[in-house]
């Protein structure tokens, strides 16, 4: 399944959060040399409670916003995360 996710680099704490069908995830660490990238997929992996290597970078490498494919993840599963 893939996702929309807005990155916000730099923040002062950890989070993700739904605003429609979008996911921002902010991270504490900086967008240099793709830390901000790796920490953005391990809070990706832990909101939807999914392994970390089944998360993958598809688009938006460096750009905030970003396109994620999640392995394993099924809509119905989705539908009641967003809803939270």
Same mark, same amino acid.
């Given at each position: ?5 807005? /990155?916000?680099?730099? #923040?002062? =704490? ?8 979008? !996911?921002? %995830? +902010?991270?504490? *660490?900086?967008? /240099?040399?793709?830390? #901000?990238? =790796? ?8 909101? !939807?409670? %999914? +392994?970390?290597? *089944? ?17 394993? !993840? ?11």
């Amino acid at each position: 399944m893939r996702l929309v996710v807005r /990155a916000h680099p730099g #923040a002062s =704490r950890t989070d993700a959060k739904w605003d429609g069908t979008v !996911l921002h %995830v +902010r991270v504490t *660490a900086r967008a /240099a040399e793709g830390a #901000a990238n =790796r920490a953005l997929i391990q809070v990706v992996a832990n909101a !939807l409670g %999914v +392994r970390r290597s *089944a998360v993958s970078l598809v688009a938006g490498e460096r750009s905030r916003d970003k396109l994620i494919d999640v392995n394993g !993840l099924e809509q119905a599963s989705l539908d009641r995360l967003r809803d939270h």
